[in-house]
């Protein structure tokens, strides 16, 4: 959701600023901190295995239970005792919100708001009230209940992984005695207990979860941990749970009529207001029928930059802007707001709203520790897995972007344009989930390279995550940084429509690629690749030991012969002759960018030139032009951005 506030989000001739929000202690409760507990002592590789099956001992609770909860969470990450998005610590997400609160510092990222337009996201200032505890959702508050529960400390409970561990498997316990169960040693015993876990007040999400918990003790997961451990849940493919235990957990049915969502998660109707609020003006959505009167052709993957409880006021609020879909973090919960029909102005593109859905993931982009779960990675995998099947949407990088990869309309709003979900977001893990892994589709001479680096390996040095200049915390990362030749001595690739000089910022796109992106290979020295990037060529490091990318091989564009370059566009819009009397043509102008001769990039979708004209609260006077014009989507940098087809030359990208 990260972007400037007068970036265009509606139709040419109309834009909409984000309403300020107000600030309360409710909406900022889950801002995340610096300053975290230092990561956990090194130790045995197997530590944190050892200290699942000590505390599923003491307090009884099946080990594969306790270890699918954990994967869950946090997939048994324990993130140096930082607190995730919503104030959850450890490999169990024992959330304390409060305490998450009480550390924060004020939500700064390099630039301010010049640069990254969050003015509607306001910062937690240093002196906010404190909320209550009677004031913070149970479900942010585990991680008291679990010291009042095991003895342990607070402070132990957020920061040594086997107390942490501890404090969930006594959390366990408790809701499996507060059901009437015993604390039996079968797993399938447990099926309330992991539901209620969960923290949902909700039958559905309840029920998600815990499908969730126990689809992974079905299929077993073995990884290493970001601390280096080595944990393994051993698969038990025939386990049947007693879901009958979650009739007797007195949790409400939410409204989930009128929803679009596929059955395996849980999902409620909020819905975002179409309402006349002032003379001519009126929000925060159009109406449309997609995909009769246009396809749907793009998925918007961003994040809130806000706490649950805030953002649901702000897409209730008929001044603000729009999204189709909320996605919780604590455990992958949605809200829907707008009908897929309809145009949400979520992208700050008025092409791409016509034509995509935009999903907004409770986080922070600048905060690196504070982690999204598991629970919402898979939520939102399955929600966009539903989407791409009902509207023929491709599952790859050219049709499921981030915020950060939407161009800016004209030129004047490049450098205005979002930054989220940013270089945090797992696309690698995401995709794995989605069920199209990113894989070698060539050899060395396919022409082409996936960008797939190692997610919890790669960790380029990022500054501005808390104030302008400093460093962020060392963390994985799915973007790869580019310089102007094949070392690291070269300076960083500048982006010309930017104007600035390019920096490690966090925020700053000019000279980094993410994982799933595509591009045409244009060199390789050594260690290093070369690709087409902005109108240069751009490198990387990717040593053959460690592949930061994987080969492959499509089409790509070039320009025609006999000509120098040609533009590149932010928008496919139509030819002038293609709009009807009292629809007001479209200037279609080129970007600050353009694709010289002998230069590739890679082709993500041909379409036909479009504008859907919604500039008035009554529907009568929308239409939809379509011109004659073809356009191709291509990957010119970190935003994709679209070329006339009458100007390129479709060529095989291993030719």
Request: with cysteine; aromatic share 8%; charged share 20%.
């Amino acid at each position: 959701m990260r972007g400037s506030v007068t970036a265009p989000t509606r139709a040419a001739g109309h834009s909409r600023t984000r309403a300020t929000a107000v600030s309360s202690a409710a909406v900022a409760l889950l801002f995340p901190l610096l300053g975290a507990a230092p990561p956990d002592a090194p130790g045995p590789s197997d530590r944190l295995q050892s200290a699942f099956a000590s505390a599923a001992a003491e307090y009884h609770v099946p080990q594969s239970v306790l270890l699918g909860v954990s994967y869950l969470q946090s997939r048994w990450d324990t993130h140096g005792g930082a607190p995730s998005v919503t104030g959850g610590y450890g490999p169990m997400h024992l959330t304390d919100a409060r305490t998450a609160l009480a550390g924060a510092t004020p939500h700064h990222s390099e630039g301010s708001e010049d640069a990254r337009g969050d003015s509607a996201r306001p910062p937690l200032l240093p002196d906010a009230k404190l909320p209550q505890a009677s004031e913070i959702p149970a479900r942010l508050r585990t991680l008291p209940r679990a010291a009042e529960l095991t003895g342990l400390s607070p402070r132990a409970l957020r920061t040594d992984a086997a107390a942490n561990v501890a404090g969930g498997a006594a959390l366990l316990a408790a809701a499996q005695k507060e059901l009437g169960e015993p604390l039996s040693s079968d797993p399938a015993d447990w099926y309330g207990a992991v539901a209620r876990f969960s923290g949902a007040d909700d039958r559905a999400t309840a029920t998600a979860y815990a499908n969730d918990v126990f689809d992974v003790m079905r299929t077993g997961q073995e990884r290493d941990t970001d601390s280096g451990q080595r944990v393994a849940l051993a698969g038990r493919p025939g386990l049947a749970p007693d879901t009958a235990q979650l009739r007797r957990a007195g949790l409400r049915t939410a409204n989930a009529a009128g929803t679009e969502c596929p059955t395996t998660v849980s999902c409620e109707w909020i819905p975002a207001p179409y309402e006349e609020f002032g003379e001519g003006d009126y929000g925060n959505h159009d109406l449309g029928d997609r995909p009769a009167s246009q396809d749907i052709d793009y998925i918007i993957i961003h994040d809130t930059e806000g706490a649950w409880e805030g953002v649901l006021k702000m897409v209730q609020d008929p001044a603000y802007v729009s999204w189709q879909y909320s996605l919780r973090s604590t455990d992958g919960h949605i809200a829907q707001h707008v009908k897929a029909k309809d145009v949400a102005w979520h992208a700050g593109n008025w092409y791409v709203n016509s034509k995509s859905i935009g999903l907004e993931h409770e986080g922070f982009l600048a905060q690196p520790d504070s982690w999204y779960t598991e629970a919402m990675y898979r939520s939102s995998a399955r929600l966009v897995t539903y989407l791409a099947h009902k509207y023929g949407i491709p599952l790859d990088r050219q049709h499921v972007l981030g915020h950060d990869n939407v161009p800016g309309p004209t030129a004047s709003t490049v450098g205005g344009m979002h930054t989220d979900p940013g270089p945090y977001w797992d696309w690698r893990h995401y995709f794995e989930l989605l069920g199209r892994p990113f894989v070698p589709t060539a050899g060395s001479n396919g022409g082409m390279v996936t960008i797939r680096p190692d997610y919890a390996t790669n960790r380029p040095q990022y500054t501005g995550c808390g104030s302008a200049g400093r460093p962020c915390a060392a963390h994985g990362s799915s973007a790869v940084r580019l310089h102007s030749g094949p070392g690291e001595s070269y300076p960083l690739i500048k982006d010309i429509g930017l104007g600035s000089t390019p920096t490690t910022g966090v925020n700053d796109l000019s000279s980094r690629v993410s994982t799933g992106q595509q591009y045409a290979v244009a060199g390789r020295s050594g260690d290093w690749t070369a690709i087409w990037y902005l109108g240069q060529k751009a490198w990387f490091k990717n040593p053959a030991k460690n592949p930061t990318a994987v080969n492959a091989t499509g089409l790509v564009v070039t320009p025609k012969d006999g000509a120098a370059s040609i533009p590149v566009y932010g928008r496919a819009y139509p030819e002038t002759s293609a709009y009807p009397s009292g629809v007001p043509a479209q200037t279609v102008s080129p970007l600050p960018y353009t694709l010289p001769a002998g230069q590739r990039y890679v082709v993500g979708d041909k379409v036909p030139g479009e504008y859907y004209y919604a500039v008035t609260f009554d529907v009568a006077s929308h239409r939809l032009v379509v011109g004659k014009d073809l356009y191709y989507e291509i990957q010119y940098g970190h935003r994709v951005g679209f070329v006339r087809a009458a100007d390129v030359r479709v060529v095989p990208s291993a030719g």
